[in-house]
T-cell receptor
Framework: AQKVTQAQTEISVVEKEDVTLDCVYE???????LFWYKQPPSGELVFLIR??????QNEISGRYSWNFQKSTSSFNFTITASQVVDSAVYFC????????????????FGKGTKLSVIP | DTAVSQTPKYLVTQMGNDKSIKCEQN?????MYWYKQDSKKFLKIMFS???????INETVPNRFSPKSPDKAHLNLHINSLELGDSAVYFC???????????????FGDGTRLSIL
């Protein structure tokens, strides 16, 4: 069974502060994929990043960066110089192959971290 | 251009009714999904279809029946609606092809179902 844990239920920061959202996962698969999604107050789910289990390089995209550490089964997400528009619920997700064949994998989501950026 | 579109956006109905939610994607993807997001924001997969074939069928009451007339559409029909069905339902799609599990899923805006 797989599990994704986002221990921080809610975080509040003041604008321009840096903030890190934690994600810890459990899997028996040797090949797996990790994702982060953003759900702003308007409700849609926006894909942010994908990482596979063989690529432990950190990634930076503008103010966003991700730190993947296989040794600790963590895939943390940092927002630098936060802005009010970053206020959203952020989900970490892990892919799981149910069986071989296309369409057979599913995303297991964490429970999300609600980030509030205060002006 | 909307990539994954769901209709309706809001659905308010009474217990016992039957309702459908439609989903269409114009991304050319071969795999589509239905997810349920409960009041605590927890997202859980319900079904997945690949090229119109049902692949994943989670433990969902058989009152829920997905239908995929073609690979660009995946509709969800719900019979005998219950209070516990109140949630936001998300449709998603991805291009799996020969590589499995590594493609991001693109989500629709969700359908908020409220049962009175």
């Amino acid at each position: 069974a797989q599990k994704v844990t986002q221990a921080q239920t809610e975080i509040s920061v003041v604008e321009k502060e840096d903030v890190t959202l934690d994600c810890v996962y459990e899997t028996r698969d040797t090949t797996y994929y990790l994702f982060w999604y953003k759900q702003p107050p308007s409700g849609e789910l926006v894909f942010l990043i994908r990482r596979n289990s063989f690529d432990e390089q950190n990634e930076i995209s503008g103010r966003y960066s991700w730190n993947f550490q296989k040794s600790t089964s963590s895939f943390n997400f940092t927002i630098t110089a936060s802005q009010v528009v970053d206020s959203a619920v952020y989900f970490c997700a892990l892919s799981e192959a149910r069986h071989s064949g296309a369409g057979s994998y599913q995303l297991t989501f964490g429970k999300g971290t609600k980030l509030s950026v205060i002006p | 251009d909307t990539a994954v579109s769901q209709t309706p956006k809001y659905l308010v109905t009474q217990m016992g009714n039957d309702k459908s939610i439609k989903c269409e994607q114009n991304l050319g993807h071969d795999t589509m999904y239905w997810y349920k997001q409960d009041s605590k924001k927890f997202l859980k997969i319900m079904f997945s279809y690949n090229n119109k074939e049902l692949i994943i069928n989670e433990t969902v009451p058989n009152r829920f029946s997905p239908k995929s007339p073609d690979k660009a559409h995946l509709n969800l029909h719900i019979n005998s609606l219950e209070l516990g069905d109140s949630a936001v339902y998300f449709c998603a799609s991805s291009q799996e092809g020969g590589t499995f599990g590594n493609q991001p899923q693109h989500f629709g805006d969700g359908t908020r179902l409220s049962i009175l």
